[in-house]
């Protein structure tokens, strides 16, 4: 299955700037999802990058504040804007993992650990 | 609507002794469940899947879960714990109308002693 590279693995930031959070895959994929792992909460979807097109957000989730590029079918980031502690969490990319995983299965990468001061 | 609840947040068993942590689900349609491990530091990895083939599902690391329509549940389990078993677990559903956007459990954090 994919390789996923993300950095950085792990930032602290000051409230009101903004992170970008790259994220690179060993091979082509035509999805890209970005998750969001709240400290103690499970992992919920942030949005669906397709490549050549805008990203498609979830209920709760908006572009100005999770701004993303889809430049290409390895790579995507995904912005944190105007952050503020409430956005402390880990974020993940993830894709699909293959026709031989079957369906629905995705690989994620490590993670992106933010913590806003 | 799909969902799911890990009955347990924290599991602690002794090295050597069966692990058992549970899940239960909802879903509208025919679901697919999922297994996923996060060790720390490290991105989640696939243990097992159920998508609607044989009920008892043998995934990596001697896991097993077996999908339980009559229960809704979707209980994961191994014969013997082993020290590097430790990890935060999660229980995913989907469905043919959510496709990729799984749903996640809150995570049961398994703690495992000598």
């Known amino acids: 299955s994919a390789v996923i590279s993300q950095k950085p693995s792990r930032d602290i930031c000051q409230r009101g700037t903004s992170l970008t959070i790259q994220c690179q895959v060993d091979s082509q994929v035509t999805m890209m999802f970005w998750y969001r792992q709240q400290p103690g909460q499970s992992l919920t979807l942030i949005a669906t990058a397709n490549q050549g097109s805008e990203a498609t957000y979830e209920s709760g989730f908006v572009i100005d504040k999770f701004p993303i590029s889809r430049p290409n079918l390895t790579f995507s980031t995904l912005t944190v804007s105007n952050m503020s502690p409430e956005d402390s969490s880990i974020y993940l990319c993830s894709v699909e993992a293959g026709e031989s995983s079957g369906a629905n299965v995705l690989t994620f990468g490590a993670g992106s650990r933010l913590t806003v001061l | 609507a799909q969902s799911v609840t890990q009955l347990d947040s924290h599991v602690s068993v002794s090295e050597g002794t069966p692990v058992l942590l549970r899940c239960n689900y909802s879903s509208s349609y025919s679901p697919s469940l999922f297994w996923y491990v996060q060790h720390p530091n490290k991105g989640l990895q696939l243990l097992l899947k159920y998508t609607s083939a044989a009920t008892l599902v043998k995934g990596i690391n001697g896991f097993e879960a077996e999908f339980k329509k009559s229960e809704t549940s979707f209980h994961l389990t191994k014969p013997s714990a082993h020290m590097s078993d430790a990890a935060e677990y999660f229980c995913?559903?989907?469905?043919?109308?959510?496709?990729?956007?799984?749903?996640f459990g809150k995570g049961t954090s398994l703690l495992v002693t000598p």
């Open positions: 995913v559903v989907s469905d043919q109308y959510s496709g990729y956007a799984l749903n």
